[in-house]
């Protein structure tokens, strides 16, 4: 395990190099999950780029200092975990949050950024009502009250099937995440709206979505897909919220693809 204190924050991180030249993907998660939502994902891309993963705070392993976040903390936390791993240029892949964390830091930081793949996300995401509703279900519940409802919009009914061990381990990933930290990110989401950078994004970007998405349903990402100049769009079959879960490989090839073409693709 890798760790960094980072603005006053324990990040927890994973770097797996690959030869020099290689391009570097960065990847950043979504709302109630660590890293390892990646896993199926990245070990088909092992040695053909250098990987970047991490924990946002809040979340897995990293601190969850109280809440509430602003979307500027997480953008500073992932600028700093790149500034000290001496990482330039690299292609973000942000899920839900993650991708929003995505173009914060183009917008904060363009010299990190060689290209966005924003994956189940949109600029603005949810209403303050929305937000603030599940700020107080989770501070007077737990996380386990909105285990259920959150999985229907993670993944399709063909995976969430009761003997279906890999569903009953991300629901497990979702209920032992810190209060803390998931309230503090959905107030963080709450108050970001980044329409305006994705109407200006000036590298290029690929958006992609799950066709049973109940989060950010394919409408929502397709037209952040028209507001960015240039964008590519795909919608993965059989897949809800979580594409790096439900369909890696089909995502693993949209990210090899784009992040491997000339800098100058659109």
């Known amino acids: ?20 030249g290689k391009p570097t993907l960065v990847f950043a998660n979504s709302l109630g999950t660590d890293f390892r939502i ?48 001496a990482v330039k240029k690299a292609t ?15 917008k904060a930081r363009p010299d990190l950024v060689r290209s966005l793949i924003l994956c189940d996300t949109a600029p603005k995401i949810g209403t ?3 937000w603030n509703d599940r700020i107080e279900t989770v501070r007077d519940k737990g996380l386990a009250a909105l285990a259920d409802p959150v999985m229907e919009r993670w993944f399709t009914p063909a995976f969430r099937r009761p003997d279906n061990a890999e569903y009953l381990g991300y629901r497990n990933m979702l209920v032992r995440q810190p209060v803390e930290g998931y309230a503090g990110t959905c107030a963080a989401i709450r108050d970001a709206d980044y329409t305006d950078i994705a109407r200006t994004l000036t590298v290029p970007a690929s958006c992609v979505v799950g066709d049973q998405d109940g989060s950010t349903p394919p409408a929502l990402v397709a037209e952040m897909a028209k507001m960015i100049p240039d964008a590519r769009y795909d919608e993965l079959k059989d897949c809800g919220h979580i594409p790096c879960v439900e369909q890696p490989v089909a995502l693993a090839d949209i990210i090899r693809a784009f992040a491997a073409a000339p800098s100058d693709a659109g």
């Not at 890798?2 to 020099?20: C, D, K, M, R, S």
């Not at 109280?66 to 936390?77: K, R, S, T």
């Not at 973000?92 to 183009?106: D, H, P, R, T």
């Open 128 to 130: 303050e009502k929305l």
């Open 1 to 20: 395990m890798q760790f960094a204190q980072i603005n006053g924050v324990t990040l927890h991180y994973q770097v797996i190099g690959a030869a020099e």
């Open 92 to 106: 973000v892949c942000g899920l839900s949050v993650g991708g929003m964390i995505a173009l914060g830091l183009f």
């Open 38 to 85: 990646w896993r199926d994902v990245v070990v088909r891309l092992v040695g053909e780029f250098g990987l970047v993963l991490y924990d946002k705070r809040g979340h897995g392993l990293s601190d969850a200092p109280p809440a509430p976040y602003a979307m500027d903390d997480h953008v500073a936390d992932l600028a700093g975990l790149l500034d000290h791993l």
